[in-house]
């Protein structure tokens, strides 16, 4: 303390070099407290109008922060130039402004950190920022679509679709969805820095359809996307109400019974968050829910005594847009995929009634199936589409040229009905007779087949 008190009376008959000397051979000592030295060490070289350096500051900063002298450790910080210490002064800033209290200020300095390291290229984020943000501001949606931006920048994919991910959420589950167009808007924009071909293009592709609706031909293909990788039940409601927004009710209606199959599916979230949707699941309860192969062959149909009527009327021919089919199989003819996104595709074409594009993708995906089970599978959707389009010949082809690769008991009976299916179309009454009684012969529990029959016997 004698030492101290001796720099002190060099101060003060303004021996400052003197106390400099002093001061700095105490430091290199290390014998007195530190925090004392430095604070009149920087006096001392103010006096003598000596430069004060950033590493100094920035100790002598935080010294004071601990003291709860936040207007001192303020002014120290503010004083640091050296950009190697910025994300230090920036946490300075941020704890002397959580400190007084002022939250629109730390607001400030946080956002402005985040701006600061995706212009620099540093796509970092300390601790303490993220302590901060987790504390007073964990579901602000400009921060973490800033946080995005810099998920994007250093190309963290995964952590890239988390967030992505949770701020749709965050825009749909809300008590408004008033500013939902500008948050997708600006979300849109912070997607475009992602690489291409990754799944957050898909994500950009919902928030611009979402604001600017199907402008050209290529945005159904976009929406096919969709579909595909919107896998979870919060996702697929937002899905249903893009579908719904886009006013195509044949492909929501077809859409909402695969919502109300996820894992997840709840009518209140619908009531919470989407209380237009709520018509397309409150009749669902009637929806056949067997396998999607009797589902898409053949609906069941209810089967009533009519005798002026056919009892097995045509299927209802699903007529789009030539145009728009016919861009569509352009599409699939110069893209590559593999056999299974080539079956995926045409599922979703089905659901969204394109059946002409569907049998073009299942065409493409039998044509490159690796093994009897992929050519099988696009078989079955080849069927399906022959079926929905009134070639019934071609579909009873498909069936026979099936059933020699066919091995399971499930694969046979599914393509045995759809050739059942085809005969009654083309009222070939006893060729239907005599493959259902192979097919109940085989399964008598299958009741599709068992109610043909039954209709069958009666005529």
């Known amino acids: 303390m004698e030492s101290i008190d001796l720099i002190r009376q060099m101060i003060a008959e303004q021996k400052f070099l003197e106390a400099q000397r002093l001061i700095e051979a105490q430091l290199a ?15 001392v070289l103010s006096a003598l109008n000596k430069d004060i350096s950033d590493s100094l500051c920035f100790e002598l900063a935080e010294i004071e922060l601990k003291a709860q002298d936040t207007d001192r450790a303020l002014d120290l910080a503010l004083q640091i130039r050296s950009p190697a210490f910025y994300s230090r002064v920036a946490e300075i800033r ?113 928030c611009l359809i979402t604001c600017a609706g199907l402008r050209e031909a290529a945005d159904y293909k976009r929406l096919i996307e969709i579909v595909l990788m919107f896998d979870t039940f919060p996702l697929q409601a937002m899905v249903l109400s893009l579908l719904d927004q886009l006013n195509i009710p044949g492909a929501a209606t077809a859409y909402a ?43 069941d149909l209810e089967l009533t005594d009519a005798p002026d009527t056919d009892p097995f009327p045509d299927l209802e021919v699903i007529d789009g847009s030539t145009e728009l089919e016919t861009q569509f199989s352009s599409l699939l003819k110069y893209q590559t995929y593999t056999d299974a996104q080539l079956c995926d595709l045409a599922v979703s074409f089905l659901q969204l009634e394109l059946p002409r594009v569907a049998l073009e993708a299942s065409l493409q995906a039998r044509s490159r199936g690796a093994d009897d089970r992929a050519y099988l599978k696009a078989s079955y959707l080849i069927l399906t589409c022959h079926l929905q389009l009134r070639d019934y010949r071609a ?65």
């Open 94 to 206: 941020a704890r002397v402004a959580e400190g007084k209290g002022l939250l629109d200020d730390l607001y400030g300095l946080l956002s402005e950190f985040l701006i600061r390291q995706f212009r620099e290229r540093v796509p970092v984020v300390p601790a303490w920022h993220e302590e901060m943000r987790g504390r007073y501001f964990k579901t602000d949606y400009t921060l973490r679509l800033k946080l995005l931006a810099l998920h994007l920048l250093r190309q963290d994919l995964p952590a890239a679709e988390t967030s992505v991910r949770e701020l749709l959420l965050s825009v749909y589950e809300c008590a408004s969805h008033r500013n939902v167009r500008d948050k997708l808007e600006t979300l849109a924009e912070v997607l475009a820095v992602a690489p291409a071909k990754t799944p957050i293009e898909v994500y950009r592709s919902f």
């Open 29 to 43: 000592l290390n014998v007195l407290p530190r925090s004392d030295l430095l604070r009149t060490y920087v006096d």
């Open 257 to 299: 019974p695969a919502v109300r199959a996820s894992s997840g599916y709840t009518f209140v979230y619908f009531d919470k968050y989407f209380p237009q949707l709520k018509r397309y699941f409150i009749a669902l309860a009637s929806v056949d829910s067997g396998p999607v192969s009797q589902r898409f062959l053949a609906p």
């Open 395 to 459: 579909a009873l082809d498909t069936g026979f040229d099936a059933l020699t690769k066919a091995s399971s008991r499930d694969d046979v009976l599914s393509f045995m009905y759809g050739q059942s299916e085809a005969y009654l179309r083309l009222h070939r009454y006893s060729d239907a007779r005599a493959v259902l009684k192979r097919i109940v012969a085989i399964d008598a529990d299958y009741r599709m087949a068992r109610s043909r029959l039954e209709k069958l016997n009666e005529i």
